[in-house]
């Protein structure tokens, strides 16, 4: 799988971010990134990267023959979102070892998914999406939506897409 301006990357670093964007599929980064991790004993790291590969075997089960490079972006945006929301009520226990765990899991998830949009990218992708809808309000926010999401999962969170979906058509 190849993102971008990150195809020529090969290496894998752990202690700073760095993408493990490479010319293989995520299942083979995140074996790969296990066995770098293991001999470097980084226990945390992975811990987060057996969980990632659960996930997405788990996901392969449930879809058979229909798991693709879509889907497994789906599961690590999914994966991201429920940590950033684990971070949040640790936080609002006061549990903040705990928030930082769910933290640093984040950062290894997302060293898997394809560089973020920027915020131009974004907008320009809207625009496009509203023009193939033919979207003129609020009530064609779904249709914008239905074509948006393909284009843009793992590359913006979803959250943040329909918020400006939604201010682009109000």
Known sequence: M???????????QYGKR???????????????AMITAAK?????????LRMIKSALHNR?????????????????SSMIKQ????????????????AAKEA????????FMPQQLSEEDLHAQIEQAVEEAGATSIRDMGNVMKLLMPRVTGRADGKAVGEAVKARLS
């Open 2 to 12: 190849i993102w971008g301006d990150e195809r020529d990357r090969l290496s894998l």
């Open 18 to 32: 760095e993408r493990y964007i490479v010319r293989m599929d995520i299942n083979k980064q995140v074996s790969d």
């Open 40 to 48: 470097a004993k980084d226990k945390e790291t992975l811990s987060a």
């Open 60 to 76: 392969e089960i449930d879809l058979k023959d229909q798991f693709g490079e879509q889907e497994t972006l789906q599961v690590l």
């Open 83 to 98: 940590r950033k929301d684990s971070v949040e009520q640790f936080k609002q226990g006061g549990r903040l070892e705990l």
């Open 104 to 111: 640093r899991e984040i950062e290894v998830i997302q060293g």
